[in-house]
């Protein structure tokens, strides 16, 4: 059994910043790419940004030059730091992974999400 566990969503002011958290647990063995999505009301899950175990990085357009992901591996976390939020970055964030477990590969494992609000 493994978990993901996001944190950090809220209601925040055009302009502004905010920090999402997402911690794994479980009898995990290594976690390979973690990412960020978004869904909007009435929209499509979208890409966010994503990672690999080496710190490799992919952002969408739509948030380069404002995100940054990062994670640490000692604690099984990955981070999405959101510096100059717009009204439609507002969303339901999840986060994503893939996982080597006792049991084996646990491939595309989403997390409940958090909200993160916007307001104009």
């Known amino acids: 059994q493994v978990q993901l566990v996001e944190s950090g969503g809220g209601l925040v002011q055009a302009g502004g910043s905010l920090r999402l958290s997402c911690a794994a647990s479980?009898?995990?063995?290594?976690?390979?790419?973690m990412g960020w999505y978004r869904q909007a009301p009435g929209k499509q899950r979208e890409l966010v940004a994503t990672i690999t175990r080496v710190g490799v990085t992919n952002y969408a357009d739509s948030v380069k030059g404002r995100f940054t992901i990062s994670r640490d591996n000692t604690k099984n976390t990955v981070y999405l730091q959101m510096n100059s939020l717009k009204p439609e970055d507002t969303a339901v964030y999840y986060c994503?992974?893939?996982?080597?477990?006792?049991?084996?590969?646990?491939?595309?494992?989403w997390g409940q999400g958090t909200q993160v609000t916007v307001s104009s």
């Open positions: 479980g009898r995990i063995l290594t976690i390979n790419g």
């Open positions: 994503n992974a893939d996982f080597l477990t006792v049991a084996g590969w646990i491939m595309d494992y």
